[in-house]
């Protein structure tokens, strides 16, 4: 099946700095997603991404789709950007089911 | 967006043991599934639950160990049967919405003791 790497599988950054998570598919991947799930469980849809560049106010992210990759940017980091983020994406044929990498655990002290 | 509501939040229940999940969503939706995410792991899928007819299961999963319901296009359930320790993990149901963005509920943090 499709495997999902994400990078780094931890990061730990003073508030206000800037990151960049990386999420790299083995295979093509439809409807490609990135989560943050906060640190009482609940996963929180970021970005629908499966092309282009979106941004959202203080993160954006870009997939590249040919080159099987995806980026989540976060700039000025606040304490409340804590957490897991995982990015997902369905291998297609129609299962509109998700594969989700193994997370990048992010944390911001202040 | 789709509003999905998961009972019960958590639970602590004895081995041996069957649990019921529940999973309501607040509109129709076509497809619904069900994740497991063990205790520092990543989210697995574990089924799609099919609305009038049997869920399709991933492998490693099987229908005596979790056997899924979908009576209608909101609802469904899984239960977590003759539990054991190893099956201590959030379950999560999520939502197939418009143009195939995933949505989920706010998952059920068992622990099985």
């Known amino acids: 099946g499709i495997q999902v790497e994400q990078s780094p599988p931890d990061l730990i950054l003073q508030e206000g700095a800037n990151s960049t998570l990386r999420c790299n598919f083995s295979?093509?991947?439809?409807?490609l997603q990135w989560f943050h799930q906060n640190p009482w469980g609940q996963l929180i849809n970021l970005f629908y991404?499966?092309?282009g560049t979106k941004q959202n106010g203080r993160l954006s992210a870009t997939t590249v789709a040919t080159e099987r990759y995806s980026l989540l940017y976060i700039s000025s980091s606040q304490t409340t950007d804590s957490g897991v983020y995982f990015c997902?994406?369905?291998?297609?044929?129609?299962?509109?089911?998700?594969?989700f990498g193994q997370g990048t655990r992010l944390t911001i002290n202040p | 967006s789709a509003v999905i509501s998961q009972k019960p939040s958590r639970d602590i229940c004895q081995r041996g043991t069957s649990l019921t999940i529940q999973c309501q969503v607040d509109?129709?939706?076509?497809?619904m599934f069900w994740y497991r995410q063990q205790p520092g792991q990543s989210l697995t899928l574990i089924a799609t639950a099919n609305q009038g007819s049997e869920a399709t299961y991933e492998s490693g999963f099987v229908i005596d160990k979790f056997p899924i319901s979908r009576p209608n296009l909101t609802f469904s359930t899984l239960t977590v049967s003759n539990m054991s320790p190893e099956d201590s993990s959030i379950y999560l149901c999520?939502?197939?919405?418009?143009?195939?963005?995933?949505?989920f509920g706010p998952g059920t943090r068992l622990t099985v003791t």
């Open positions: 509109s129709q939706v076509t497809m």
């Open positions: 991404i499966p092309s």
């Open positions: 999520s939502v197939g919405a418009q143009g195939y963005e995933q949505y």
């Open positions: 997902a994406g369905d291998p297609g044929q129609g299962a509109q089911k998700l594969v």
């Open positions: 295979d093509s991947v439809n409807n």
